[in-house]
């Protein structure tokens, strides 16, 4: 099992930037995959960006140009920076970390952090 706790979301104006943090409970050293995805108002939850443990990266294609997702293994911790934000990122971003236990996989989600791009 794994607590995720998502923060760095808030308001911001159109071509601004945030830094969202996902820090986990413990060691995401065998967490192969983590996450981001976000969902907007009336919307369904949508994958945002996932990096590997090796480092590789997969992003949704209108964010890949603007988002870039890293982790930090030492710390626990994955990051989303958000650049050139633009009011259709209006979403609650949620930090994702599907684990492999018991023979099945398990999501786990943090509680999402809200993010208001608006002027």
């Known amino acids: 099992q794994v607590q995720l706790v998502e923060s760095g979301g808030g308001l911001v104006q159109p071509g601004g930037s945030l830094r969202l943090s996902c820090a986990a409970s413990?060691?995401?050293?065998?967490?192969?995959?983590m996450g981001w995805y976000r969902q907007a108002p009336g919307k369904e939850r949508e994958l945002v960006a996932t990096?590997?443990?090796?480092?590789?990266?997969n992003y949704a294609d209108s964010m890949k140009d603007r988002f870039t997702i890293s982790r930090d293994n030492a710390k626990n911790t994955v990051y989303l920076q958000m650049n050139s934000l633009k009011p259709e990122d209006t979403a609650v971003y949620y930090c994702?970390?599907?684990?492999?236990?018991?023979?099945?996989?398990?999501?786990?989600w943090g509680q999402g952090t809200p993010v208001t791009v608006s002027s």
């Open positions: 990096i590997t443990i090796g480092g590789r990266t």
């Open positions: 994702n970390a599907p684990i492999y236990s018991n023979y099945k996989w398990t999501d786990y």
């Open positions: 413990r060691s995401i050293f065998t967490i192969n995959t």
